[in-house]
């Protein structure tokens, strides 16, 4: 019999013994079209071969291609999913853990916060005319170099605050257990004060 290729339109002789009585499904060895082939009809005429060209009939596992291209494609993006959840659930779960050390730190009194790594040790203060200068004695009493954080400077009288005063100081790096002094000038305080009291910032 002679089959067409809906595709490319080339044309087949295939033998009636290859379909069989039910048909199959055939391959076009040109433009690998896949097509349903109906089994020939029954005909008192003969049919006389048009191009002998090789005619490759469509297994089954080809026919089921499409579906395991799906299987595979599905499997991958559910792969994907299940890794990229289980990085986004470590990553919230890292940040809940640092949010927690945070507010945890935040909690501690102030004098702790710093405590811990540099004390101040001593704080002399003086007037000048324009100005205050405080000296003021710091310690390392960790085993790892350190260096003096920021300050938080509060100006009182009789208990109460009249200014307060954040005070960064020069990178000065403090050996474990080394004292240091460290000399500051406070400008525009009031002119009246009775005590001034330096700590850390948490």
């Keep these: 019999m002679i089959v067409k290729c809906n595709m490319c339109s080339i044309r087949y002789h295939l033998d009636d013994d290859v379909l069989g009585s039910k048909g199959g499904y055939v391959r076009c060895s040109s ?30 596992t080809t026919h089921n291609s499409p579906h395991l291209r799906f299987f595979w494609v599905g499997f991958t993006l559910l792969t994907s999913l299940c890794l990229g959840s289980t990085l986004f659930v470590l990553y919230q779960k890292n940040l809940v853990w640092s ?13 702790f916060c710093q405590e ?25 009493i960790t085993k790892e170099l350190r260096y003096i954080p920021t300050l938080f400077i509060n100006i009182q009288k009789e208990g109460k605050v009249l200014q307060k005063i954040k005070y960064f100081p020069p990178k000065t790096p403090l050996l474990p257990g080394e004292e240091k002094s460290l000399y500051m000038e406070l400008k525009d305080v009031p002119e009246s004060f009775s005590k001034i009291s330096v700590g850390f910032l948490p």
């Excluded at 029954?42 to 060209?53: D, F, G, R």
């Excluded at 811990?116 to 390392?140: A, G, M």
């Design 31 to 60: 433009c690998k079209h896949v097509w349903y082939q109906n089994p020939p009809a029954l005909s008192p005429y003969t049919l006389v071969p048009v191009l002998e060209a090789p005619l490759m009939l469509a297994s089954h």
């Design 99 to 111: 949010s927690l050390q945070s507010w945890s730190d935040l909690l501690k009194p102030k004098e």
């Design 116 to 140: 811990e790594k540099i004390r101040i040790q001593n704080i002399v203060y003086r007037y000048t005319e324009n100005s205050v200068i405080c000296k003021l004695d710091f310690i390392n």
